[in-house]
């Protein structure tokens, strides 16, 4: 079963088109890594599937339920399904790690603060920082705080999870502690869209690539093949230039 279907996208800003009918099925549980070069719309796609963006032509399907932009309820109902990690982390500073944790289910959802307390506890625990939950952002490491924001998306209870380079703007030595967080919900059956320069991770965790160029799917298939054997000379190259 398709978790997502993305069919014919296309979008735009003004004159530039970002990406044109692209299609992008996703199979519940499955991990696909996004790579490609700087403006290739990779971000803008993931924003896309999420409501971030509006898509200017084609669909979306999420759990079979189309994101219709005139269908408000809809529209809340398939972007909670999807817990977004960004590069810079965007946690509120104001609040703690576990504040920030408990915010949206309180605020969106209306779960009942005791309920959400004791998840956010655990998600805190789940992410190693059990010892940081009164903690303010400022006082946390990049990697820490990037642990904060997954525990954060994990907290809305998501059926898809997006992230956005959640690495690229560690310090080198503070990748390996995100990516183990990541690493541990692929193996409990997350379905995940990865958009990531960490090649290791990619083929150690993706279940599938897309490599993406100029706003065009260019080839997308196991991590064996796109890594060790691709078709594409486009591929090819970036690869080159990046591994
Ligand atoms: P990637 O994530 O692959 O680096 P992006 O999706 O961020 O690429 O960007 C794709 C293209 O869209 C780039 O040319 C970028 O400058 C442009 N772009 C992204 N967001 C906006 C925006 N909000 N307004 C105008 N142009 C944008
Ligand atoms: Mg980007």
């Known amino acids: 079963m ?3 279907e993305a069919q014919q996208l296309t979008k735009r800003f003004g004159q530039l088109t970002v990406f044109e009918n692209i299609n992008v099925n996703v199979k519940k549980g499955e991990v696909v890594a996004i790579i490609g070069p700087s403006g290739s719309g990779k971000s803008t796609f993931l924003r896309c599937l999420n409501n971030l963006e ?3 032509e084609g669909s979306v399907y999420v759990e079979n339920q189309k994101l219709d932009y005139k269908n408000k309820k809809a529209l809340k109902e398939i972007t909670t399904k ?3 990690v960004f590069q810079n982390f965007n946690l509120f500073p104001h609040m703690t790690a576990l504040e920030n944790v408990m915010a949206a289910p309180i605020t969106v959802k209306k779960e009942p603060k005791g309920e959400v307390m004791e998840r956010a506890k655990g998600l805190l625990k789940k992410v190693g920082l059990e010892d940081k939950m009164d903690s303010y952002p400022a006082k946390l490491s990049g990697g820490q705080k990037q642990r904060v924001a997954i525990a954060r ?3 809305m209870k998501p059926d898809i999870m997006l992230f956005d380079e959640p690495t690229s703007a560690l310090d080198p030595e503070l990748v390996g502690e995100v990516l183990n967080v990541i690493k541990d919900l692929a193996n409990e059956g997350m379905t995940m869209l990865v958009v990531t320069h960490e090649m290791g991770f990619a083929k150690e965790v993706a279940d599938r690539v897309i490599f993406m ?8 298939d196991i991590p064996e093949n796109i890594f060790s054997n691709p078709k594409e000379q486009r591929t090819k190259m970036f690869l080159e230039k990046i591994l």
């Open 2 to 4: 398709n978790i997502i």
């Open 54 to 56: 509006e898509i200017d």
């Open 82 to 84: 999807m817990g977004m």
């Open 153 to 155: 998306a994990l907290a």
């Open 213 to 220: 160029d100029g706003g065009k799917i260019v080839e997308e």
